[in-house]
């Protein structure tokens, strides 16, 4: 891989000059705007950056996006029925944190897959001004329409692994009508170009002419390569450096830490399922251990029975944990894997972060007494074998 004819050497250098937009919004639906936005200026801006104008600094790309009503509202999810924003205000929100930094190159995959014609629209025309701040877009486009077509600067069409075209986009038309594909006067290029050019969409129309579509492929492919002027020739043996201008830097574990604990605690405190799941599942067990355990004997059976419960209470609080744990990184997956693949943080950081957030919120949920008059109430003195009480927070007292 080259840039300014120069390789590039490693994955680092790629994200120091680059970002990458996913065409799925992986963030977290308990987070506002602003707090999204601000997470990754925190975490993209380079250690001279002050927070001061870190801030500044997201506040002006939430001004860029136009962002300004909903800074304050949660991103939102369906399955967890927290109300956020619209699509369109996520898929500019998403773009937006890849954009804290200003980076060189900004690669996007369908950035206006599943909003509509408006909202496509105000999408590329942001995608535009960022162009004319120095940031070169490169992205991948689904069924544009006529106005969004024209927006673009340059177009890419592959076809088969091959380029069959890489022109200005206003070029476009007039080359393929010099190969005999004239585009209608009223017709979108970007759909006559997918429908009759590189293949054929017509079915009557592939009878009459006995279409084959590695012919056409061939056909293309071997006419832009006649045209083309690029060559490997022009390529430098010579290591990609750096550009000077680039504000793009890790943060430092600590920070990373910080930031990501700190984003933990939140999104625990504000998911509604996961406080309702975990209260729901301590009444359920501690229901079940009550009804199971209650009134046990002090003979030799009701020893054995103790160290059934104690055994079963001890085994559902490994359990819930481990199954606590992985329900909520299935939730956030696709966030982690974006943020890592972009360069924001690193594994360790977050594996404590939540880990640092969930050891409280678990312990909080299974408290233990701690002082003399608390374990009076739990333990009969007059026993050589202690009936213990429900770790789920039962308000049930199974001793005789």
Known sequence: ????????????QILTISSYVQQDDCMLATQTVQETIEFAAALTLGKETTPEEKLKRANEVIALFGLEKC???YIGDTATKLIGVSGGERKRTAIACSCVAMPSILYLDEPTSGLDSFTAISVVRILKRLTDR?????????????????????????????IIYHRPVLESVEYFAELGFKCPMNDNPADYYFMHVMTEGDEEIKNEINF??????????EKWAEQSSFSKEGLLDEEFQGLENSETEMAPLTTQFKLLYSRSWKEAIRNPMRVRAQFGQAVFFSLIV?????????????????????FFIAM?????????????????RGTFVRDFENGLYCVGPYFLGKVACDGPCERAKRSEPSDKQSAKKQYKTNSHYPIAQS??????????
């Open 391 to 400: 770790t789920l927070s039962s308000p049930l007292s199974w001793s005789r």
């Open 316 to 332: 559902n609080g490994l359990m819930s944990s481990l199954m606590g744990v992985l329900s909520t990184f299935g939730n956030e």
């Open 212 to 221: 084959n579509q590695d012919d056409r492929n061939k056909l293309l492919a």
């Open 290 to 310: 009550a009804t199971i355990w209650w009134q046990v004997g002090n003979d030799q059976t009701g020893i054995q029975d103790r160290n059934g419960v104690l």
């Open 71 to 73: 800074r304050n509202t």
């Open 134 to 162: 120095g940031v070169t877009v490169v992205t991948t486009i689904h069924q544009p329409n006529g106005d969004i077509f024209r927006l673009f600067d340059s177009l890419l069409l592959i076809l088969n692994g091959e």
């Open 1 to 12: 891989m080259f840039l300014n004819k120069k390789k590039l050497m490693d994955r680092k």
